[in-house]
């Protein structure tokens, strides 16, 4: 029914920036907040960054004034702008939202992508 596709992973280089997004796509209704969660090897999941469908944002205290999550609401993505990256912050990235849909029923569940590296190494 619904879907999350992510993009934009890869290796970078410390100082290095790269831009992750999330499309959603499906009988979707109405998306609530979004978000992006990462987890490090060993690590438990946290989240990064999320914006609500107003536009509110919230950000991890070690990522504020790095990374910017930004959505195109025509376009059912959310974004993830990452600029001055760090070895830290090498983990898998997980695109979050919570998500009104309609298919046989009308439902509402918070939905993953699969996942996508980023990698911060010289």
């Known amino acids: 029914q619904v879907q999350l596709v992510e993009s934009g992973g890869g290796l970078v280089q410390p100082g290095g920036s790269l831009r992750l997004s999330c499309a959603a796509s499906g009988s979707i209704v109405r998306i609530h907040t979004m978000g992006w969660y990462r987890q490090a090897p060993g690590k438990e999941r946290e989240l990064v960054a999320a914006?609500?469908?107003?536009?509110?944002?919230n950000y991890l205290d070690s990522v504020k004034g790095r990374f910017t999550i930004s959505r195109d609401n025509a376009k059912n993505t959310v974004y993830l702008q990452m600029n001055s990256l760090k070895p830290e912050d090498t983990a898998v990235y997980y695109c979050n939202a919570d998500i009104e849909a309609y298919g046989s029923r009308w439902s509402r569940a918070d939905y993953w992508g699969q996942g996508t590296q980023v990698t911060v190494s010289s």
């Open positions: 914006i609500t469908s107003g536009g509110h944002t």
